[in-house]
C-alpha cells in the first residue's frame, strides 16, 4: 500500500513530440503528488505538484493530470526538448506530520534531435 | 533562493576511516532530511530533523550518525562503512515536515567506500 508505481521504465521522444509518464497508487491518505527530475550527477530537482483536490495542473510546458478516482497520475511534457533527457520520479506523500516521499522507480527520458 | 548545498562532492573512504558529510541551507526551513541513492534507483529516506530534533530514522544502521547543530546546517557521520554503503547521498530542506512543504535537494556527495 505504501509502493508508487512508475511507467515506463525508459522512453524515447522525437524532439517537439509529448513524452508522458504515469503513476499509479493504492493509499488513499496519500496527499501530495510531486515529480521530481533529475540529471546525471545531480540531485533531484522539484518540477512540479499536486493535491487531490485538483485534477490538472500546468507550468510551462509540464502538466500533470490526476485522477483520484483511478488512483492515477501522469506528468505531460509538451514540445520535449534534448535538454528534458534526464530521469523523472514521481513521488507521494501521505497526509500529516510526516513529510516522508514515497518515490517511483523513476523513468529514464531521451529526447532524441 | 532555493539552494541546499553540500559538501563535499566526492568522498572516498575506506571501512576503518570517519568522515562527515556536510549539508546547508539558508531557507528559513525547519525540516532536513538525509536520503541515499543507488545508481538507477530513487532516493530511500534515511533521516529527517524537524527543529533541530530526529523525528524519523529509517532503520539505518548505527556506522551512519545524523548530527543538526542548528536549524541551517546537518551533518552525516560515517564510522565503519561497509562497500555497499557506496551512493550518492542527498540532503533535503523543507519549510516544515507537514506533507505537502516542498523539498528542495543538494546536488548530493558521492561516496565510494573501498
Redesign the interface.
Known amino acids: 500500500q505504501q509502493q508508487v508505481k512508475q511507467s515506463p521504465q525508459s522512453l524515447i521522444v522525437q524532439k517537439g513530440g509529448i513524452s508522458i509518464i504515469n503513476c499509479a497508487y493504492e493509499n488513499t491518505a496519500f496527499?501530495?503528488f510531486?515529480w521530481?527530475q533529475q540529471f546525471p550527477?545531480?540531485?533531484?530537482?522539484?518540477l512540479i505538484?499536486i493535491?487531490p483536490d485538483v485534477s490538472e495542473k500546468k507550468e510551462g510546458r509540464f502538466t500533470i493530470s490526476f485522477n483520484k478516482s483511478a488512483k492515477q497520475f501522469s506528468l505531460h511534457i509538451m514540445d520535449s526538448q534534448p535538454g528534458d533527457s534526464a530521469t523523472y520520479?514521481c513521488?507521494a506523500?501521505?497526509?500529516?506530520?510526516?513529510?516522508?516521499?514515497i518515490?517511483?522507480?523513476?523513468t529514464l527520458l531521451a529526447v532524441q534531435p | 533562493d532555493t539552494e541546499v548545498t553540500q559538501t563535499p562532492k566526492h568522498l572516498v573512504m575506506g571501512m576503518t576511516n570517519k568522515k562527515s558529510l556536510k549539508c546547508e541551507q539558508h531557507m528559513g526551513h525547519r525540516a532536513m532530511y538525509w536520503y541515499k541513492q543507488k545508481a538507477k534507483k530513487p532516493p530511500e529516506l534515511m533521516f529527517v530533523y524537524s527543529y533541530e530534533k530526529l523525528s524519523i530514522n529509517e532503520s539505518v544502521p548505527s556506522r551512519f550518525s545524523p548530527e543538526c547543530p542548528n536549524s541551517s546546517l546537518l551533518n552525516l557521520h560515517l564510522h565503519a562503512l561497509q562497500p555497499e554503503d557506496s551512493a550518492l547521498y542527498l540532503c533535503a530542506s523543507s519549510q516544515g515536515q507537514w506533507s505537502g512543504y516542498e523539498q528542495y535537494f543538494g546536488p548530493g556527495t558521492r561516496l565510494t567506500v573501498t
Not at chain 1, 41 to 46: D, E, Q, T, Y
Not at chain 1, 93 to 101: E, F, I, R
Not at chain 1, 103 to 106: A, E, M
Request: aromatic share 14%; no cysteine.
Open positions: 496527499d501530495y510531486p521530481y550527477g545531480k540531485g533531484p530537482a522539484l505538484a493535491r520520479f513521488a506523500s501521505k497526509g500529516g506530520a510526516t513529510n516522508k516521499l518515490f517511483g522507480t523513476g
